[in-house]
């Protein structure tokens, strides 16, 4: 989505069509939903502090509030990283129960995340038009959440999305490029370093031409 590579992007392949990968779009969207978790975590933590600060203050012990499976809020919201990362039908017993916990207590990210979904369902349309209207709709919805993160996707979603609905005429992804650039990453990194770097294209071309 860097305005760069797309410039380079055009300027190499004038005749190509460019693909905003899904991993990026859907990454962004997911780090909003992650804001929200990480803004009410540091909230209940400056809660906590000022009801331990309280206690000292009156000279009595601090008991800290906690859930119905022992978490403290802060703990419960520390601990949902993973589960809000993940659809409902991949929850394990125990994550269903810290979800119930969560959204009940904290209904703004129980929406966060239904937000979330559904964006990440529209990336299971074959149609390019039906996947335009369907981000266009969400991006409208978006906006009345009023959630800033969430705001800022939608934003990014709008300004690229003739190079975002471009992965529904053929689905193709970068996986591969990324894949590559791992191993030519691991193997610079093993040689600790290139000096020669001729050399090093050579030693590439060897091993993976």
Not at 30 to 36: D, G, K, R, S, T
Not at 53 to 71: C, F, M, S, V
Request: glycine share 0%; aromatic share 10%; charged share 25%.
């Amino acid at each position: 989505m860097a305005n760069n590579m797309q410039l380079a992007a055009r300027m190499s392949f004038p005749e190509s069509n460019l693909v905003t990968d899904r991993f990026h779009v859907v990454k962004l969207v997911m780090e909003a939903l992650q804001h929200q978790r990480i803004k009410l975590r540091w909230d209940a933590i400056e809660k906590e502090n000022q009801a331990i600060k309280q206690a000292k203050e009156l000279g009595t012990k601090y008991i800290p509030i906690t859930l119905e499976n022992d978490d403290t809020p802060k703990q419960l919201l520390a601990r949902s990283r993973y589960i809000i990362a993940k659809k409902e039908n991949h929850w394990t017993t125990n994550q269903k129960i810290r979800a119930e916990l969560l959204f009940k207590n904290y209904p703004l990210l129980h929406q966060a995340y239904k937000n979330t979904l559904e964006f990440r369902n529209i990336y299971e349309q074959t149609l390019k038009e039906i996947a335009k209207d369907q981000i266009i709709n969400w991006i409208e919805e978006t906006k009345l959440l009023k959630l800033n993160d969430f705001n800022t996707a939608a934003n990014s979603l709008k300004y690229h999305l003739e190079t975002i609905l471009n992965f529904f005429i053929k689905r193709h992804t970068n996986a591969n490029t990324e894949s590559f650039n791992s191993k030519i990453k691991l193997f610079r990194a093993n040689q600790r370093g290139v000096v020669d770097v001729k050399f090093f294209l050579f030693r590439m071309e060897k091993l993976f031409a």
